[in-house]
Every structure is written in C-alpha cells, then in structure tokens.
C-alpha cells in the first residue's frame, strides 16, 4: 500500500455517459499526476497539478476531459460523453521526496460498453 | 520526444535463474531513471532507481546501472522467484525546479517464474 488511494475501482459504463473518478494523494505531498494506461501498454501522462494549479495537459487530454484539485488536496478527473476507446486503467500518482519520486494508487479500471 | 525501448515480452523463467530485461532510453540532457514492478491486480510501485550515470539502484536482490554511454537501465536479479512473477516497467523523468517530472513509461514485460 503506497498510501494513494483512487475510487472507485472498477466502473462499467455506457458510451456517451460521463464517469468521475476520484484520488487521494499521500497528505504532505503538493504534486499530482494523472496517468493513462491501456492494455499491453505503459502509462501515459494525461496531466499534473502543483497544489491546486494544473500546469501541464497532454494531448492525449481532449476536451471531453477535466481535472481539478480543488485545494490543492483530492484530485478528480471527468470523463463526458465516454467513448470505447476511453476504455484504459487511469492511474493517479502522488510526488514527494528528494528525487520527485511517484507513488501510484491502485488505478481505476474504466469500461466503456 | 523522450521515450524507452525495453524487452518484448513475456519471459517465462524457472525459480532461481537468472534474470535480466533489457530498458534503452532516448532523451535530451541528464534524465532519472526508474524501474516499476505491477503486481496482479496492483497499482505499480517503485522497484529501484538512479538519478545520475553510473549510479547503480537496487532492491530485493535487484539491480539496474545507469549507463550513458549505452543509454541502458538493465534490470537483473541473480536468482528469481515465484513472487517475483509480475510486470516490469522502465521509466524516466527529466526535469529540474518547477519543471514536470512526468514518466515516460516502455511498454512493459511480463515475468512469470515457475516453481
């Protein structure tokens, strides 16, 4: 357990609906990352917030996408009009230590049907 | 753009063999380097790394050299096990100051290690 934690877990859904996903980052840390992985593959940068500033968006993040971290604590990432190839594990990671090392939580295993 | 190479996959091995997966990387100036481990089911965590040439990481009996004149991050372990058996993932992140320490991720390798 690296502390992180990401809800809910697992979400099926229908295309064309909006899904919210949810994390928590380890207390003392000020940076977070989004990631996005799909089968066979690594993950991918989506996008990174110091405290409650978003600074970086890649380009994989189309505008049906949003995040935000109110607060500078809890991230969440929205997902409109949900397509079949949004379908991946989003993964959120929470930076601190020396060497900005990540710490990632479980993911959130997303199906679109 | 930043990117890794590392050993296609799976690698099927017998517990205690030897083991090495292969990680070459492309980037501009002095990036850190990083090894995950993905166990079933599990979020990825931090297997070891090296920030600067020649530093060697290691962890539960694995090691990785970073190598700037080959541009490589070789993970080996002398003698593998069962609970060992588990994806694999290369990683670096360039950055300084306020800058974005992204990860830029290979594509992973499957390691299963029978009894």
């Known amino acids: 357990d690296t502390g992180v934690s990401q809800d809910p877990r697992h979400k099926i859904t229908k295309r064309g609906q909006n899904v919210t996903f949810r994390c928590d980052p380890i207390?003392?840390?000020?940076?977070l990352y989004w990631y996005r992985q799909t089968l066979g593959q690594g993950p991918e940068f989506l996008t990174y917030f110091q405290n409650e500033a978003q600074l970086e968006k890649s380009r994989l993040l189309s505008d049906r996408f949003s995040a935000e971290r109110p607060k500078g604590s809890f991230s969440t990432l929205e997902i409109q009009r949900t397509e079949q190839g949004d379908s991946a594990m989003y993964l959120c990671?929470?930076?601190?230590?020396?060497?900005?090392?990540?710490?990632f939580g479980p993911g959130t295993r997303l199906t679109v049907t | 753009g930043d990117s890794v190479t590392q050993m296609e996959g799976p690698v099927t091995l017998s517990e205690e063999a030897f083991l090495t997966i292969n990680c070459t990387y492309t980037a501009t100036g002095y990036p850190s380097l990083f090894w995950y481990v993905q166990y079933p089911g599990e979020g990825l965590q931090l297997l070891l790394k090296?920030?600067?040439?020649?530093d060697k990481g290691s962890n539960k009996g694995f090691e990785a050299t970073y190598r700037k004149e080959t541009t490589s991050f070789h993970l080996e372990k002398g003698s593998v096990q069962v609970s060992d058996s588990a994806v694999y993932f290369c990683?670096?992140?360039?950055?300084?100051?306020?800058?974005?320490?992204?990860?830029?991720f290979g594509k992973g390798t499957l390691l299963t290690v029978n009894p």
């Open positions: 990683a670096l992140s360039r950055g300084s100051g306020g800058s974005n320490y992204k990860l830029t």
């Open positions: 090296a920030t600067k040439a020649d």
């Open positions: 990671a929470s930076v601190g230590g020396l060497h900005y090392e990540q710490y």
């Open positions: 207390s003392e840390h000020n940076r």
